[in-house]
C-alpha cells in the first residue's frame, strides 16, 4: 500500500463520497476502541465482580479529564497540519508535525508526572467510596503512568487522519484491540493482576498501536521526510499548534471537570450506582461512536477545504452528517429502548445476585433516558468539530464550558435532590446546552470566513 494510496484529497469531487471514504475507516476504529474498553469492563464484571467494576468505574471522569486533554491536544495539532495539506504547502506541513513532536514531549513529561503525583487525592477530593479507594487507584495509577503512549498514538493517528487516511489507524487499532482483550484475561486470570492488570493491558496494547503508528508512516510518508532544519523550533509554528491543541484539549477537560463534578454526586449515592453509572456509560458511548466518527470526519474535511478556500464545500458536508445522523438516531435509539436490557446483561456476573439484580436495572434506566438524545449529542460533535477545522478553537471550547455547567449544575443540584433519575438526564442536558451555542456559531464563523475571502481574496485562512 503506497502513500499515495492512503492519503486522501477531500477539496475536490464529491462531499458526500469523500465523507463516506473517511468516515467508515474512522467509525471502525471508534467502534474497535470502544469494543475494547466494553470487554475491559465486562472481563471485569464478570471475573473481578462488582467492587472491581466499580473500582474502574469511578475513575471513568478523571481518567476522561486527564486523557481527554491529551487527545484533544493531540487532535487539535492535526489540523493545522490538515490546513497545510489542504494549500499544498509540503514544507509548512513538515513544520508543522516537527514543531508538534517538539510540544507535545513537552505536554507529556508534565502531565505524567503531575497526575501521577495527585491521583491518590484526586479519588479522595472525588467522594470515592472508601471500599473501592484502593483498588480505583491501582488501576487509574496504571492509566496515567501510559499517558506517554496515549499522546504517542493520537499524535500520529491524527497526523495520518489530517493527511486523509484514516484507514491504517484502523488496521493498527484492531490490532490493539486483539492484543487488549488477550492481555486482559492473561492478567486477570492467568497472572491474577487485578484492576492493575487490566490497565496495563490498556497501556501495553496502545504502546504497540502508537509504534505501529510511527514505523509505518516513516516508510510509508515520503511528504513526512523532515529536513534537518525544518526539526528547529518556530515560534510561529508552536503558536499556531497551541492556538489550535490547547483549546481543544481544554475543551475536553473542561467538559470532564462537569463529569467529575456529577461523579462525585454519584459516588454519594453508593458503589452500586456508581457501577451502573460507569458501565451504561461505556455502552452508551459505544453506540455513539458514529457521532463522534461524523465529528472527526468533518474536523479533517473542513480544515482541508479551508485551506483550499472551499467554504460551499464545508457547508455540503455539515449538510450530509446532519442527515446521516439524524437517520442514525432515530434507529438506534429504538435498539437501546426495547434491546437495553440484553445489552446491559453482557456486564453482569454469576455472583452478588441481590446486587447485580439492582445494578442491571439502573444500567437499564440509564440507556433508555439517554436513547432520546443521541441526535443531540451527534449535532454537537459535527458542529464543535467543524468549528475546530475552520481554527476557531476557543468558540469549541465554549461548548466545553456549556457541558461543563449542565453536568456541574445537574450533579450538585439535582442528584442530592432526586437521586439516579437526575444523573442519567446529565449528559442529555449537557448536549442541548451546547447545540444551542454551537450551531449559531458555526454560522457567524462560516460568515465571518466568506467575508474574510470576499474583502481580501489572497488572505491566509489558516
Known amino acids: 500500500m503506497s502513500s499515495k494510496s492512503t492519503m486522501q484529497n477531500m477539496t475536490e469531487g464529491r462531499p458526500f463520497s469523500h465523507i463516506m471514504r473517511f468516515f467508515f475507516p474512522l467509525l471502525l476504529g471508534m467502534l474497535f476502541q470502544q469494543f475494547y474498553n466494553l470487554v475491559d469492563t465486562a472481563i471485569v464484571g464478570q471475573f473481578l465482580g462488582a467492587d472491581a467494576l466499580a473500582a474502574v468505574g469511578t475513575t471513568g ?232 466518527a461524523m465529528g472527526a470526519t468533518m474536523s479533517t474535511y473542513a480544515g482541508q477545504n479551508l485551506g483550499a478556500r472551499k467554504l460551499d464545500r464545508v457547508g455540503s458536508g455539515v449538510r450530509i452528517c446532519s442527515g446521516l445522523a439524524l437517520l442514525y438516531s432515530i434507529v438506534i435509539g429504538f435498539v437501546l429502548l426495547f434491546a437495553g436490557k440484553y445489552i446491559a446483561m453482557l456486564f453482569i456476573g454469576e455472583a452478588e445476585r441481590e446486587v447485580e439484580g439492582v445494578l442491571l436495572a439502573m444500567m437499564v434506566t440509564f440507556l433508555k433516558w439517554n436513547s432520546f438524545f443521541y441526535f443531540f449529542v451527534s449535532l454537537v460533535n459535527i458542529f464543535r468539530l467543524t468549528i475546530q477545522g475552520l481554527g476557531f478553537g476557543k468558540l469549541a471550547m465554549i461548548a466545553g464550558v456549556c457541558e461543563m455547567i449542565a453536568r456541574s449544575a445537574v450533579g450538585y443540584l439535582f442528584v442530592p435532590k432526586f437521586g439516579y433519575i437526575a444523573a442519567c438526564l446529565a449528559s442529555p442536558v449537557a448536549w442541548v446546552l451546547a447545540d444551542i451555542f454551537l450551531i449559531p456559531a458555526y454560522f457567524l464563523v462560516m460568515r465571518h470566513l466568506r467575508k474574510k475571502i470576499a474583502a481580501k481574496p489572497d488572505c491566509v485562512l489558516q
Open 61 to 292: 471522569s478523571v481518567n476522561f479529564l486527564i486523557l481527554g486533554f491529551c487527545m484533544g491536544v493531540c487532535n487539535g495539532f492535526s489540523i493545522p497540519v490538515a490546513q497545510r495539506f489542504g494549500a499544498q504547502d509540503e514544507r509548512g506541513l513538515r513544520k508543522m508535525v516537527a514543531n508538534s513532536v517538539w510540544v507535545a514531549v513537552v505536554f507529556v513529561v508534565i502531565m505524567t508526572v503531575s497526575v501521577c503525583f495527585l491521583c491518590r487525592n484526586i479519588l479522595v477530593w472525588m467522594n470515592t467510596p472508601s471500599d473501592i479507594l484502593e483498588q480505583s487507584y491501582s488501576y487509574i495509577f496504571v492509566i496515567f503512568l501510559g499517558i506517554p503512549v496515549t499522546v504517542l498514538y493520537n499524535l500520529l493517528s491524527g497526523i495520518m487522519r489530517a493527511l486523509g487516511d484514516s484507514r491504517t489507524p484502523l488496521v493498527f487499532l484492531i490490532i490493539s484491540s486483539l492484543l487488549n482483550i488477550a492481555f486482559d484475561l492473561a492478567a486477570i486470570l492467568v497472572l491474577h493482576m487485578g484492576v492493575a492488570g487490566a490497565a496495563m493491558a490498556t497501556v501495553l496494547s496502545q504502546g504497540i498501536a502508537g509504534v505501529l503508528c510511527l514505523l509505518y508512516m516513516a516508510k510509508r510518508f515520503p511528504i513526512l521526510k523532515i529536513r534537518r532544519e525544518e526539526w528547529r523550533l518556530d515560534k510561529n509554528c508552536i503558536a499556531r499548534l497551541c492556538s489550535m491543541g490547547v483549546p481543544m484539549g481544554l475543551q475536553f477537560s473542561i467538559t470532564a471537570i462537569g463529569s467529575v463534578i456529577l461523579q462525585t454526586a454519584v459516588n454519594g449515592l453508593g458503589s452500586t450506582a456508581v457501577a451502573a453509572v460507569a458501565s451504561a456509560g461505556k455502552i452508551g458511548m459505544f453506540f455513539v461512536c458514529p457521532s463522534d
